[in-house]
């Protein structure tokens, strides 16, 4: 089974920049995209952005400017590096893998979630 592991969440001035960094790991075949999900208090868990195996990117209008998506593949691990946070930024965020173990197709993965803070 996947697992992955999140780190880098944290309490931050507004304007301020925080890295987050997700580690996948077990019986991994393949996986294909990696996204970062965001979730307020009482909102729905929105995309914030996500990156393909071809590197290719897409951003949330709000994301856009702000944060960049990367990935290494060698070490299974995606990253989202957010700047020029805003107190509306403030949300839990997940990381997401889309990856294949023994099957046909791919299944979503998810991280346990952790808390970004960003004060006035």
């Known amino acids: 089974q996947v697992q992955l592991v999140e780190s880098g969440g944290g309490l931050v001035q507004a304007g301020g920049s925080l890295r987050l960094s997700c580690a996948a790991s077990g019986g991994i075949f393949s996986i294909n995209t990696m996204a970062w999900y965001r979730q307020a208090p009482g909102k729905q868990r929105d995309v914030v952005a996500e990156?393909?195996?071809?590197?290719?990117?897409q951003y949330s209008d709000s994301a856009k400017g702000r944060f960049t998506i990367s990935r290494d593949n060698a070490k299974n691990m995606v990253h989202l590096q957010m700047n020029s946070l805003k107190p509306e930024d403030t949300a839990v965020y997940y990381c997401?893998?889309?990856?294949?173990?023994?099957?046909?197709?791919?299944?979503?993965?998810w991280g346990q979630g952790t808390q970004v803070t960003v004060s006035s």
């Open positions: 997401n893998v889309k990856a294949k173990l023994s099957g046909n197709y791919y299944l979503n993965y």
């Open positions: 990156i393909t195996r071809g590197n290719n990117t």
